[in-house]
């Protein structure tokens, strides 16, 4: 059974910044595609950073330069961190894990992934 739990979240004034994390067990992250996802209250969820197989990433364009994603295979763990933070950013975070190596051609394309975590919240105040 594939578990992701995510931690880090919390509230911070603009401009400060949190570090997000994401362990998984019964799934071997540098399998396939990790992703980071986000969604704002009344808004649609959206893909925010992605990587496949510990390599090559994408972003959303607004958090580009502020956002990087990694991962530590060893630890089974991927980590968002955010820097720059602005109340745009406020959301409850996704980690979500793909099945297939398919995930790479679009990484922040949420139908490439099969599991998700709980979410935890990010709160950016002005």
């Known amino acids: 059974q594939v578990q992701l739990v995510e931690s880090g979240g919390g509230s911070v004034q603009a401009g400060g910044s949190l570090r997000l994390s994401c362990v998984a067990s019964?799934?071997?992250?540098?399998?396939?595609?990790m992703g980071w996802f986000r969604q704002a209250p009344g808004k649609q969820r959206e893909g925010v950073a992605g990587?496949?197989?510990?390599?090559?990433?994408d972003y959303i364009t607004s958090v580009k330069g502020r956002f990087t994603i990694s991962q530590d295979n060893a630890k089974n763990t991927v980590y968002l961190q955010m820097d720059g933070l602005k109340p745009e950013d406020t959301a409850t975070y996704y980690c979500a894990a793909a099945r297939f190596d398919s995930c790479s051609w679009s990484l922040l394309n949420q139908a490439n992934y099969r599991y998700w975590g709980q979410g935890t919240q990010v709160t950016v105040s002005s």
């Open positions: 990587i496949y197989k510990g390599g090559s990433t």
């Open positions: 019964g799934y071997t992250i540098s399998s396939a595609c």
